[in-house]
């Protein structure tokens, strides 16, 4: 069935406090979809984010980020007194560096008066999560205890994980163990009910997977056979993109490679616990850079560039079978961007998962074919349609930058000649929605007309990424009206 969503990360929702969070505003953002007729929030991963902010590069592929934890919810547990809370103004960019240094703090405050070991429900979680929450409070722990330098760079033996040395840091760092399993707890209660929420007003979570974890993360560390390490622990080889007609020296990611063939002999179980947890905070998940399963890009360790890399196979549809046979039948969005082989588009059709497809990709003057498999008019129903996503211009800022010929082109798909790029922006959404795609989403940024300065991420920067807000008054009645007319028009109003 024909259904519509919004693309919008948590920490962009509009509110006090520095960060959008689970807190009141977020409700009233699922009612906000609701009376747009949208039957999707898409956000992008949960997890607690390191340097350079991106929530792609995370200590932890379980873990929630405790930015998101609402302060306002603590207040009304009287853990938090409501003039201990930072001061409630709107702001539209984050300031990550000021989070990292408050934050906590408060976090911290609200733990010591939570008295929360005497939970009857936080033990239940801290025993049902065991699997991967000891190794994630206990990495965090151990994290600070050493100023918050990479866990290659701790003494050998707990680096090497010796049971002497579990035993020495766990006994020593446990109320700081215990605080982290508490900011756990309380993000995993608040998701949950505010997911509850959003399910019993029709919308659906679509949640991101990245395909890759940090090197620097409780994953890589609890479970270094899995990663192609060497003896000492460090990458033999790490992931990126190679070099293309955007970059030239391609895209050097970092991520440990995995090791597949361990994968495989143990029925990849890791995987299926990782995929599991996402479908208790998920109703959908989008899988990040899908074609690394049939083919990943290996750079060696210590390159400067992704220029040097090769294609190594994946596990291809070996691991989807095994998430099918054990999970059964789950909603899942394969992310097929970027170069396709024929091997990927197999897999894909193979998985039977519905690919992406984004506008902006399909007036690229570079792409001689005739045959752009973005454009809508090579569309099948099994996919979903994007105006842009997190990683691109906005549209009205893509409509900036692309080359005179491309937005002529573009201007004669839509069979318009506006000169007035709000038009053409209009006409491009009317275009996503239209598709025969049975799924379409679009970045709020695009519904609130915004240029670039409001983009999410600009790939292979460090630095003014995952920083846009958006602030309440943008939350119009006329643009809900809009936005549901236009739904309901082409007929994406009911899942």
Known sequence: MRASGILLPIFSLPGGHGIG?????????IDYLKQAKQSYWQILPLG???????????????????YFISLDDLVAKNWLNIDELPIQEENTTINY???YHTRFDLLRLAFERSHITDNHDFQSFINNEAYWLNDYALFMAIKDYFNGISWQQWPEDIRHRTTDAMNYYTNKLQENITFYKFLQFI??????KLKAYANSQGISIIGDIPIYVAYDSADTWSNPHLFQLDENLLPTAVAGCP??????????????????????????SWWISRISWCYKLYDVVRIDHFRGFDEYYSIPYGNTTA???????GPGINLFQQIKNTLGNKEIIAEDLGYLTDSVRQLVKDTGYPGMKVLEFAFDSRDSSGANNYLPHNYNENCVVYTGTHDNETMLGWFKSILPEEKNTLRRYLCTDTQDDLKLLDKAICLAMQSV???????????????????????????GNWCWR????????????????ITATYGRDKK
């Open 48 to 66: 607690a984010t390191s340097y350079g902010d991106s929530p792609y590069q995370s200590f932890s592929t379980f873990a929630g980020n405790p």
């Open 97 to 99: 560096a000021n989070l």
């Open 307 to 313: 220029k040097g890399g090769h294609w190594v196979k």
């Open 187 to 192: 993000f995993w209660e608040q998701w949950q």
């Open 243 to 268: 070099p293309d007609g955007f970059s030239a020296d391609g895209q050097l990611w970092g991520n440990p490679l995995y090791a597949w063939e361990k994968h495989a002999q143990k029925n990849f």
């Open 21 to 29: 969070c689970f807190n009141q505003e977020a409700y009233k953002w």
């Open 470 to 485: 958006m602030n309440n008054s943008q939350l119009s009645e006329k643009l809900n009206q809009k936005i549901a007319s």
């Open 437 to 463: 795609a049975k799924m379409c989403i679009i970045p709020m940024q695009d519904w609130l007309q915004l240029d670039n300065t409001s983009r999410i991420n600009k790939p292979s920067t460090l630095g």
